[in-house]
């Protein structure tokens, strides 16, 4: 029987290095509508039967998912369109991407939310609604970017709910699901760890377990399962081999997390960290007063776990490590398609290459909330130096939307 101990923090660790995948990809080109696994009905009221989602083939023999306004006088309509379940069980960085537009313009806007359940695909009442839109473009369809990372690990259906009474349509297209699928994964959980433990309000915990991995990649995040409280500012330090002492190989600034309501924490890497196989690294970082779960025996051969700065060669920490060979980093998304940015990571302003048109673009943060806006011309640059630091999408008229990290 494996037996193990509390330290004033619970710790469930994984460490990624990914390579992004598409989970769910439809573009209504096939036969059937709903597609296969999809279903689609109306609101608790059952009103509007003539405005059900239906598919529509539009002049350029394009096929598009269509749910048609209500009628003046029936009342408020509700129609669903909804996924099959999505098994994000191992899936991190989760993104929906789709595109609309509507027909009438911004005086009939209807409303169009994006909901999520993770127990029932057909009970209106188990969705929550992640965002809601009130108006697209009218003549080209715009896409649209919802990050479902609260969402990771997790199986989830999504319904599009289109909301009117006598105002627009609703044209949707091209919807894809985007996540990092882990390839090689090291586990150290022989074990479920209780969740009960000793805190220590007096210690400011510092914790770290060194890993042995098994392919090479990019280290791309860490996570962490923490119970509930503040999680000090500090940095997250990586070290060669099974080591937290000398210069870190790398290390980064992470800011106060107050009222951590507890669960999965996630830190992003904000730049590249190779790792090479069968070599052994150590990560490093604060974590505050609450409950940490650590094996008592050596169950895990790779490494060891670090508490307090003191190395434990018995003892590892619960945790789990996500490795894929081929990485697909932040850095690297831009290139796929035309035109480039740069330069990447930015401080003040975006160069803008490949590009020769006059475009309109927004700027949205990964919550899909549009933060910036304006026109973009050949040679003219983008300032950003008013963004709070962090990852960021760049959407420009008629081209693919690119990703950016603000320094």
Not at 7 to 22: D, E, H, K, P, R
Not at 213 to 239: R, T
Request: charged content about 15%; aromatic content about 12%; hydrophobic content about 35%.
């Amino acid at each position: 029987m494996k037996t193990f101990m509390t330290y004033s923090l619970f710790l469930v660790l994984g460490l990624g290095l990914q390579a992004q995948n598409t989970i769910l990809n439809e573009n209504f080109e096939g036969a059937s509508f709903p597609p296969e696994g999809w279903i689609s009905f109306r609101g608790i009221d059952n009103i509007g039967t003539a405005n059900d989602w239906i598919k529509v083939i539009d002049s350029q023999s394009n096929a598009h998912a269509f749910s048609r306004f209500s009628n003046v006088d029936i009342g408020v309509a509700e129609d669903w369109l909804v996924t099959p379940l999505i098994d994000l069980s191992n899936v991190s960085d989760s993104e929906l991407r789709f595109f609309s537009k509507e027909t009438y313009g911004t005086f009939y806007a209807s409303q169009y939310d994006v909901r999520i359940s993770t127990s029932s695909q057909t009970d209106h009442a188990s969705f929550t609604t992640v965002t809601t839109y009130t108006d697209f473009n009218t003549s080209n369809y715009e896409e649209s970017i919802v990050d479902l990372s609260d969402y990771d690990g997790q199986q989830i259906y999504i319904a599009f709910v289109h909301i009117d009474e006598f105002e627009d349509d609703w044209l949707l297209d091209d919807i894809t699901l985007m996540g990092i699928n882990p390839l090689c994964n090291i586990s150290n959980t022989p074990i479920a760890p209780s969740p009960n433990g000793i805190a220590n309000p007096a210690n400011n915990l510092m914790v770290g377990q060194s890993f042995t991995s098994s392919c090479n990649g990019i280290l791309n995040y860490i996570e962490i399962n923490l119970s509930s409280g503040n999680i000090p500012a500090g940095n997250l330090d990586i070290y060669a081999g099974n080591t937290i002492s000398g210069t870190p190989m790398y290390s980064q600034s992470l800011p106060e997390i107050q009222n951590w309501p507890g669960g999965l924490f996630r830190i992003n890497l904000v730049n590249d960290f190779e790792v090479a196989t069968n070599s052994q690294y150590t990560f490093h970082t604060g974590v505050g007063n609450l409950i940490i779960a650590v094996y008592l025996q050596d169950t895990y051969n790779g490494g060891n776990a670090f508490i307090s700065n003191i190395t434990y060669q018995e003892r590892d920490l619960f945790f789990n490590v996500a490795i894929t060979e081929n990485s697909l980093h932040l850095n690297h998304v831009e290139r796929v398609n035309h035109p480039f940015i740069s330069p990447n990571p930015v401080l003040s302003n975006l160069s803008i290459s490949n590009f020769n048109t006059t475009e309109n673009y927004k700027i949205y943060n990964l919550l899909g909330k549009e933060v910036s806006s304006g026109m973009i011309s050949q040679y003219s640059q983008i300032p950003v130096n008013h963004l709070e630091k962090g990852v960021y999408l760049l959407k420009i008229n008629h081209y693919k939307t690119l990703k950016f990290i603000k320094k």
